[in-house]
Nanobody, 128 residues
């Protein structure tokens, strides 16, 4: 059973930092994309960041470029999202997601291709 478990959300002030981690288990795959979506009330869910395990390709939404950094811990089978210079508009539920595939798997995922596994999500709140 595929399982994605997020941790690290919380409350911080504008300009602060948070680090999210997604621990993956229950599968053995040669290639996949794994990353983060966020849901803000009243808005559509959007892809925030993703990494492709086949070639190390990275995706970042325009709104977070230069502020967020995604990284993998291969030994721990986890992916982390370091979020710096947080803004109130970054507030939302951040959910880890995984899609099997190689190459442009991250682009596929953020453009709406089916996701193979979702985490439960973790709340990030940035106060002004």
């Amino acid at each position: 059973q595929w399982r994605l478990v997020e941790s690290g959300g919380g409350l911080t002030q504008s300009g602060g930092s948070l680090r999210l981690t997604c621990a993956a288990s229950g599968f053995i795959l040669d290639a996949y994309g794994i990353g983060w979506f966020r849901q803000v009330p009243g808005k559509e869910r959007e892809g925030v960041s993703c990494v492709s395990t086949s070639d190390g390709g990275l995706y970042y939404a325009e709104a977070v470029k230069g502020r967020f950094a995604i990284s993998r811990d291969i030994a721990a089978n986890s992916v982390s999202l370091q979020m710096d210079s947080l803004k109130p508009e970054d507030t939302g539920v951040y959910t880890c997601a995984l899609r099997r595939g190689a190459g442009a798997v991250c682009d596929d995922m953020v453009e709406g291709a089916p996701v193979d596994a979702w985490g439960r999500g973790t709340q990030v709140t940035v106060s002004s």
